[in-house]
């Protein structure tokens, strides 16, 4: 009975985590791209104020690739406005904002791929479980060689950025691993203890 329960129950659990993945992986993919899904109903009037106030722009100039709004409101999926913010969704890891100057500049900065949507690079993905962290280490070491060819002054703060991201995404990692086998030992010792109740039993 308890074996039963348990398969019930770990089914289940498989179930619902397989569905949350796949809503919140193909929840808000009608939404703009670099757009956080909390600002889908700001987004959604035909005529859009800029969120710092200064302007205002029709839908149909949202990302074409021309600033309207000095807070960059009307360009989150591109690089055309300095202050914009470009958020990865990096679902199956953590979100982000980037800045608007990293979107399509061929560094993939998301582990999802999707600020290169437009360049010569062709990111994989590899947001599932944290991310992959040899590609994370390799788009860091290309980042560095970026700025350092570029003569970026804010280098040492971009990559304290970067190490930080990275440390979120292997922490999410082994706290995933530790409940797994958590789950995995408690199966174990609850099917044990139906087994050994059975035998006493008979």
Avoid: W
């Avoid at 913010?85 to 900065?109: A, E, H, M, Q, W």
């Amino acid at each position: 009975m308890e074996t039963t329960t348990l398969t019930q129950l770990t089914s289940l659990l498989l179930l619902l985590s397989f569905f949350f993945f796949f809503h919140v992986s193909n929840s808000s993919t009608d939404l703009p791209i670099g757009i956080h899904p909390l600002d889908e109903k700001y987004y959604a009037s035909d005529v859009i104020k800029c969120k710092d106030g200064s302007n205002s722009f029709t839908i149909d100039r949202l990302n074409d690739d021309f600033c309207d709004c000095i807070d960059g409101t009307d360009e989150p999926g591109t690089a055309a406005c300095p202050s914009g913010k470009f958020y990865c969704r990096n679902v199956g890891s953590t979100p982000k904002f980037l800045f608007s100057s990293r979107v399509n500049d061929d560094i993939c900065d998301c582990c999802d791929g999707s600020d290169e949507y437009d360049s010569n690079v062709n990111c994989p993905n590899t947001c599932v479980m944290g991310g992959d962290f040899s590609y994370q280490t390799r788009r860091y070491r290309s980042r560095r060689k970026h700025l350092d060819r570029v003569g970026g002054r804010n280098a040492n703060e971009v990559n304290m950025a970067d190490s930080a991201q990275r440390l979120k995404g292997l922490k999410i990692l082994v706290l995933v691993q530790v409940a797994l086998i958590i789950i995995f030992l408690v199966s174990r010792k609850l099917y044990r203890r139906s087994r050994s109740k059975r035998r006493h039993s008979r």
